[in-house]
């Protein structure tokens, strides 16, 4: 549900002549996706700068949240809080057409985070009977072998953990998937 400040902000929306909209979505997508931004001089006359900074925000957010997810009516109007329809549709044309491109860059956004990425990985379980210190450890052991990628190149890099280490490894990467979870449903 959109926030009160988002509602006066897709309000300013209403601004724009129903005939420049869609040319305002897809300079919105451009912007979005690395291409050319909106200028404010070519909207100017339209808002103050500081209307312009919150519907340009408020507008790139919902682009944003409908390009992640196959969002039905109800909930693209509930995201546009407040705007009519004739505003609306133009931004579901625009974000049907421009789907390939947002799936990209989202896609693009994503691989940012890092430059490598994990390819593969391989595990071995071994019991460590004793150690140079110890004469009898009896200790089990887990070597993860990780095999990254980045570009052509790959690389491969092992760690040895004991059983309290691989259950901190464990609940690392559980929340890690969880925030890569929320992430996805936002």
């Not at 390009?67 to 693209?76: A, F, H, P, V, Y």
């Not at 379980?125 to 072998?145: F, G």
Request: aromatic share 8%.
């Amino acid at each position: 549900m959109a926030s009160e400040v988002a509602k006066e902000d897709f309000n300013l929306l209403s601004k724009c002549p129903k005939d420049r909209i869609e040319a305002f979505c897809h300079g919105l997508i451009d912007g979005f996706i690395g291409r050319s931004k909106l200028r404010y001089k070519d909207y100017g006359e339209l808002w103050t700068m500081e209307e312009w900074f919150k519907v340009v925000d408020a507008c790139q957010r919902c682009v944003k949240r409908m390009s992640r997810k196959q969002l039905t009516k109800e909930e693209i109007s509930q995201l546009f809080d407040g705007v009519s329809d004739e505003y609306i549709q133009p931004f579901v044309s625009c974000v049907n057409v421009r789907s390939e491109d947002l799936r990209k860059h989202l896609l693009e956004e994503v691989a940012s985070i890092s430059h490598s990425h994990l390819q593969d990985f391989d595990w071995k379980l071994k019991l460590a009977l004793s150690n140079d210190k110890i004469s009898s450890v009896q200790e089990p052991l887990v070597t993860v072998e990780f095999i990254t990628k980045s570009g052509d190149e790959s690389k491969s890099f092992s760690v040895e953990m004991n059983k309290e280490e691989l259950k901190q490894f464990v609940s690392s990467m559980e929340a890690a998937n969880k925030i890569m979870v929320q992430m996805k449903t936002e």
